[in-house]
């Protein structure tokens, strides 16, 4: 069974700093494109970020491009996103999401992990 559990939302100042986690299991991790995704309230849910399965290439919104940084380790088949200079309109739930072939929208991922809460206050 294909398993993504994300870990290290949580609540900072405008300004600050976050490293979300993406671990996967029950899949050939090394193989799979991941994603990270966000939800706002009241919003879709778009694109943040993406690195291919092997590391060789990455994409990022234009929201976030220079503040955030994506990186993995597939001995440890996790995903990281290191969010830097957050800002309040950063603040949504952080899904992580696999797929072999990569891609920037969310309809392209069939598996996604439960998410995570970054709020980023003014």
């Known amino acids: 069974e294909v398993q993504l559990l994300e870990s290290g939302g949580g609540s900072v100042q405008a300004g600050g700093s976050l490293r979300l986690s993406c671990a996967g299991s029950?899949?050939?991790?090394?193989?799979?494109?991941i994603g990270w995704f966000r939800q706002a309230p009241g919003k879709g849910r778009e694109g943040v970020s993406v690195?291919?399965?092997?590391?060789?290439?990455?994409w990022y919104a234009d929201s976030v491009k220079g503040r955030f940084t994506i990186l993995r380790d597939n001995g440890k088949k996790t995903v990281y996103l290191e969010m830097n200079r957050l800002e309040p309109e950063d603040t949504a739930d952080y899904y992580c999401?696999?797929?072999?072939?990569?891609?920037?929208?969310?309809?392209?991922?069939?598996?996604w992990g439960q998410g995570t809460q970054v709020t980023a206050s003014k």
């Open positions: 999401a696999a797929y072999r072939h990569g891609g920037s929208t969310p309809g392209q991922y069939k598996h």
């Open positions: 029950g899949f050939d991790f090394a193989r799979y494109a």
């Open positions: 690195v291919g399965s092997s590391a060789d290439s990455t």
